[in-house]
Nanobody, 118 residues
């Protein structure tokens, strides 16, 4: 069973920064894909950034490219998302997704709220 812990949400002003962290834990958990999604009220959940150890990829969506940076140490079950120059359009619940090497199942965190006010 995969447990997912998300940290770092909060309320900030336009132009400020936040750092989100996600940690996957559990017996014999070995995370391959770890990704951040977000969902704003009334909108579909969208991919923000993804990392994959098996493909050695780190991808940030065009929507946040240049402002958000995803980081993850090699062979690590933890991932961070550094968000800068935040604006009200970034307001959403941010979710961490984890897929392990042993299963293709999607494991979701409970989400952390990010609110950016103008």
């Amino acid at each position: 069973q995969v447990e997912i812990w998300e940290f770092g949400g909060g309320s900030v002003q336009t132009g400020e920064s936040l750092r989100l962290s996600c940690v996957a834990s559990g017996s014999r958990v070995n995370a391959d894909t770890m990704a951040w999604y977000r969902q704003a009220p009334g909108k579909r959940r969208e991919l923000v950034a993804t990392t994959s150890l098996s493909s050695s990829r780190k991808i940030v969506s065009d929507t946040v490219k240049g402002r958000f940076t995803v980081s993850r140490a090699e062979f690590s079950n933890s991932m961070s998302l550094q968000m800068t120059s935040l604006n009200p359009e970034d307001t959403a619940v941010y979710y961490c997704l984890v897929r392990t090497f042993s299963s293709s199942a999607d494991n979701w965190g409970q989400g952390t709220q990010v609110t950016v006010s103008s």
